[in-house]
């Protein structure tokens, strides 16, 4: 399973970037390419859920958007915003 995760830096000045999610680690890397193909049917600011299957290979995407964060604070005390990425 591929789980990748749009967030923002540890640190105030970071911005929001995508990060690959592992067993071990995690790694910033570009915009995966299932995202780029399906979030256009997707509003990303409003809560929105999109569950598909790749016709060629076969793989299952689950697209979550626009959650809100159920504490409105960081560990550092920094206001949790929600992404304007689209």
Do not use: H
Not at 23 to 35: A, F, G, H, S, T
Not at 46 to 51: D, E, G, L, Q, V
Not at 58 to 80: E, H, N, P, W, Y
């Amino acid at each position: 399973m591929e789980i990748y995760v749009l967030s923002a830096g540890f640190y105030q000045e970071q911005g929001y970037c995508w990060q690959e999610i592992t067993k071990d680690e995690q790694n910033p890397i570009d915009e995966p390419d299932l995202v780029k193909k399906y979030k256009l049917l997707l509003e990303t600011q409003a809560y929105s859920i999109f569950i598909g299957r790749e016709s060629g290979n076969g793989k299952l995407i689950l697209l979550v958007t626009g959650m809100k964060a159920s504490k409105r604070k960081d560990s550092r005390g920094r206001t949790i915003r929600n992404s304007d990425r689209k």
